[in-house]
Nanobody
Framework: EVQPVESGGGSVQAGGSLRLSCSHSGLTSDTPDITWWRQRDGTWCQLVASISDDETYYTDSLEGRFTISEDRYKKTVYLQMNTLKPDDTAIYYC????????????????????WGQGTQVTVSS
């Protein structure tokens, strides 16, 4: 199965920034819904942000620090993360598909959408 591919994770100090990328060029749909999820512990993932037909959606607590955007020509979705906090430490996944509409907490990598392998983000205090 072709998956989206995440990149851009790493370690950063609190207050810093990172930009994650999700390449979906191998997927069947040219304009899939793309969602960034994060897994901090356990098997549940928190919805971070979604982009669908140029409309964006955010978990309320993250809007303002995180920004999702897309370069359609490159078939890449970005997640700009600013003013990072230690609580933002997680594995960040991107997923293609409509399942994000079912709610802000879902089982990681098993909601029916096509998930990438994830990228680790570590924020130190």
């Amino acid at each position: 199965e072709v998956q989206p591919v995440e990149s851009g994770g790493g370690s950063v100090q609190a207050g810093g920034s990172l930009r994650l990328s999700c390449s979906h060029s191998g997927l069947t749909s040219d304009t899939p819904d793309i969602t960034w999820w994060r897994q901090r512990d356990g098997t549940w993932c928190q919805l971070v942000a979604s982009i669908s037909d140029d409309e964006t959606y955010y978990t309320d607590s993250l809007e303002g620090r995180f920004t999702i955007s897309e370069d359609r020509y490159k078939k890449t979705v970005y997640l700009q993360m600013n003013t990072l906090k230690p609580d933002d430490t997680a594995i960040y996944y991107c997923a293609a598909g409509p399942a994000w509409r079912n709610g802000g907490w879902q089982h990681c990598r098993s909601n029916g959408d096509t998930w990438g392998q994830g990228t680790q983000v570590t924020v130190s205090s």
